[in-house]
């Protein structure tokens, strides 16, 4: 089985431009969140995403916005961007909100992530 | 707000010991608490997860025990091996499905 993926893996933008990311979940999981990780810190949550709808957002710029598609994939975009904003920007996927998905009750499984860097 | 703190923030260890990585949180109030490990540039890779009524979890050579009232967890990697190295990650969950992420521990096992 597919697990998390995301598109692109690494891309390089300069200032005042604008990125999409995109992610797909695991077949079957119904809820997408994404993190930004800034390098040597952990992630920092930015959206949650369940059946299209939101349901959480961090403590993020109005520069940065998401949606889910019917099929349950995920964009993230952020628009002009700052040399702030190069970081990994992880997808992760769980069954719904709260509960059930893989070996136990919330589990989050990540994506391999999208590698920004914005010059 | 919740703060996750994970210590040592690096170690080294010979092949072959025990590695004991510290997890503490400030809220009590989880609903479950994931370990996660990182290799250089990689995404994260679940390793662990403990529900809020369990105290430790099993997989392996990796245990992880739960004290929710202390706030805090511990993951223990028996018999630790060059192939463990990596960024160990604690994130805790408080029923919404976000998790709060400490910094980290960075491993190196040396052969």
């Known amino acids: 089985d597919a697990g998390v993926t995301q598109s692109p893996t690494h891309l390089i933008k300069t200032r005042g431009q604008h990125v999409t990311l995109r992610c797909s979940p695991i077949?079957?999981?119904?809820?997408v969140s994404w993190y930004q990780q800034v390098l040597g810190q952990g992630p920092q949550f930015i959206f949650q995403?369940?059946?299209?709808?939101?349901?959480g957002r961090g403590n993020f710029p109005d520069r940065f916005s998401a949606r889910q598609f019917p099929n349950y994939s995920s964009e993230l975009n952020v628009n002009a961007l700052l040399l702030g904003d190069s970081a990994l920007y992880l997808c992760a996927s769980s069954f719904k909100p709260g509960l059930a998905g893989g070996r136990g009750t919330g589990e989050l499984f990540f994506g391999e992530g999208s590698r920004l860097t914005v010059l | 707000k919740q703060e996750v703190t994970q210590i040592p923030a690096a170690l080294s260890v010979p092949e072959g010991e025990n590695l004991v990585l510290n997890c503490s949180f400030t809220d009590s109030a989880i609903y479950n608490l994931q370990w996660f490990r990182q290799d250089p540039g990689k995404g994260l890779t679940s390793l662990l997860l403990?529900?809020?009524?369990?105290r430790e979890q099993t997989s392996g050579r990796l245990n992880a025990s739960l004290d929710k009232s202390s706030g805090r967890s511990t993951l223990y990697i028996a018999a630790s091996q060059p192939g463990d190295s990596a960024t160990y990650l604690c994130?805790?969950?408080?029923?919404?499905?976000?998790?709060?992420f400490g910094k980290g521990n960075q491993v190196v096992v040396i052969p």
């Open positions: 995403y369940y059946e299209k709808e939101e349901r």
């Open positions: 994130a805790v969950s408080s029923g919404n499905n976000r998790l709060a």
């Open positions: 403990i529900q809020s009524s369990q």
């Open positions: 077949s079957g999981h119904k809820s």
